[in-house]
């Protein structure tokens, strides 16, 4: 497919240590997710005796993420991250095949996080301007994620048309994404510095808001490599750096959303913290 640099010998089957680094770093983070998740869903059904559509968006971001890098994992020996010039023509091409279930399976996560969280907020705050925000920026978070997934279902076929369009739609919806991020970071900063807002909700809504925070820098992070991946020849391999922040950005969204939402299970069975 590409030239190899002088003085060195393509390997088209070894295990890359890119590849490596992002199956170490999936399973601890992800492991993470799965331990806190469980406890959070344990705080809705024992603790709290209820178990909201936020939890259970939360287990579909935890299920995309899995899928995500299980087809990861199945385009490994197809040369995903792994230099150009290691990848033949018959590699390149099931790598070509995986794409787009790849970046499909990508763009859900985050969208079920986000949309927990416009939840969570609805749940806290009854003010009917607050919640048609709520609604709006839930509307402008999924409208962008089903028209991307249409796309690249339909129309952006990296095997049939024009190769870049991957690239443009990666491009736009980093864009969208960290729009999105600091629109659900923006809305409750007002309802958290009102008064008359029990301590309780502001630890929630604070909690949500700090660790939220945290999370908007993955897909910041993300855009500059997306920005290289955009230019560089070595695509096999740039994907590969990209993913791996796409990788923090999926699973600490459910790390963070799981953390904020477990002050029953501290009280409970935390109380000296």
Not at 22 to 42: D, K, N, V
Not at 158 to 175: E, F, H, Y
Not at 194 to 221: E, Y
Request: charged share 10%.
């Amino acid at each position: 497919v590409a030239t190899a640099p002088p003085g060195v010998t393509p390997d088209f089957y070894s295990f890359t240590s890119l590849q490596l680094r992002l199956t170490i770093i999936f399973g601890i983070t992800y492991i993470m997710a799965t331990l806190l998740l469980g406890l959070r869903l344990y705080t809705g059904l024992f603790l709290v005796k209820r178990l909201g559509f936020d939890a259970l968006l939360l287990v579909c971001s935890w299920g995309f993420s899995g899928g995500f890098f299980f087809v990861m994992a199945q385009s490994f020996p197809a040369g995903f991250g792994r230099h150009i010039w290691d990848v033949n023509y018959h590699q390149l091409q099931d790598y070509l095949n995986m794409l787009r279930a790849f970046f499909i399976l990508y763009l859900w996560p985050t969208t079920c996080v986000k949309l927990s969280v416009l939840l969570i907020y609805h749940q806290i705050n009854p003010h009917m301007v607050f919640r048609y925000c709520g609604i709006c920026v839930a509307i402008f978070t999924i409208a962008p994620t089903i028209v991307y997934t249409a796309l690249l279902i339909d129309t952006c076929d990296p095997r049939k048309g024009d190769p870049t369009c991957l690239n443009s739609i990666a491009l736009v919806q980093t864009g969208t994404n960290i729009a999105s991020d600091l629109l659900i970071i923006a809305m409750p900063i007002q309802m958290t510095i009102r008064l008359n807002m029990p301590i309780r909700q502001k630890v929630t809504v604070g909690a949500l808001l700090t660790l939220g925070s945290l999370c908007v820098i993955f897909p910041i992070i993300r855009t500059s490599f997306i920005q290289q991946f955009l230019t560089d020849p070595d695509v096999t391999w740039r994907q590969g750096d990209v993913s791996m922040w796409a990788i923090l950005e999926t699973n600490f969204g459910v790390i963070c959303n799981s953390l904020a939402m477990l002050q029953p299970f501290v009280r409970r069975h935390m109380p000296g913290l």
